[in-house]
């Protein structure tokens, strides 16, 4: 593979930008409010509770269960998936310590204290949101950046490696669910924690925006004895070049043929205009596609 270095430094470039945005929204709006949101943060706010001690803060207990997770990748997943981690690793806890100082009321006039803020139940609600967002666009950028913001992926990983047939989706969830419902018991308080929970879905709704897109392109699959028809309808309406697959059908064993097609969301009822005017009884199967690359799609 060539090497591309705008590539690679524009790869870093997001993942610095993307680890950032995730620090300065869980800094200025999560742990001054204990959101337990989940992953690193959330289980750093609930140690800092458990354990009263002056020196160990919140940053600081971000920045070593951060570091030590980073470790564990290392030994149990190797060097590969730990550089994927590294620039995160590095920046989000410096960036977690670094933004932390903003929410000092002597700082700034107090401009980022927000949870002493003379409107303290509306900053509250404001801190579920833009915290959410930022989070969300920060992990985001990491992601297009072909990084990982690690964390308690980095335990879902391993445990999925020991454990084939479970998904590392389904582990991160657990650890987050855990995490949630541990900061409900350690700070008895329902409103809190339900904030904590609509902060992260306001999270997972931002990163599907931003890294899986609002793609309005789909992908269609016809099966068809009538395909040939099809097909010179879709060249001739739709501009749509198709693709034609052998296929057997696994109930009769008979051999046919399959019309796959990518198409926009403008086009999609006049597609199945043309499917319904040459066969009505075709097999139509409709799939979202998240990203298509080449001629006549933007790339």
Partial sequence: MTFNPHHQLKNILLSVAGALILAFGVALFIIPFDLVVGGVSGIAIILSHLLPVPFLTTDLL??????????????????????????????????????????????????????????????????????????????????LGGGSTGGVDVLAFI?????????????????DVSAILLGFIVFNDLVIS??????????????????????????????????????????????????????????????????????????????FNIINQIDSTAFVTIHRAHEINGKGWTR
């Avoid at 030994?75 to 100082?101: E, H, M, N, Q, W």
Wanted: include cysteine; hydrophobic fraction near 50%.
């Fill in 194 to 271: 339900l904030l904590g929970i609509t902060s992260a879905f306001i999270t997972a709704m931002v990163i599907d925006k931003l890294f899986l897109g609002e793609s309005n392109a789909f992908i269609a699959q016809i099966i068809s004895d009538h395909y040939r028809e099809i097909n010179q309808l879709i060249a001739a309406k739709l501009r749509r070049t198709t693709s034609i697959i052998d296929i057997e059908g696994g109930y009769s064993g008979k051999a046919k043929k399959m019309l796959m097609i990518s198409f926009t969301m403008n086009q999609y009822h006049d597609l």
């Fill in 159 to 175: 445990i999925c490696k020991k454990m084939h047939k479970i998904r590392s989706s389904t582990v991160i969830f657990i650890i």
């Fill in 62 to 143: 971000i920045t070593v269960i951060t570091w030590g997770l980073f470790f564990l990748g290392l030994i149990f997943l190797g060097r590969d998936f730990a550089l994927k981690t590294l620039i995160s690793t590095i920046v989000y806890p410096l960036g977690i310590s670094v933004f932390s100082r903003l929410t000092d009321p002597d700082v700034m006039n107090g401009m980022f204290s927000l949870s002493k803020s003379a409107y303290s139940e509306i900053a509250i609600l404001l801190a579920v949101i833009f915290g959410g967002v930022l989070i969300g666009t920060g992990c985001a950028l990491t992601f």
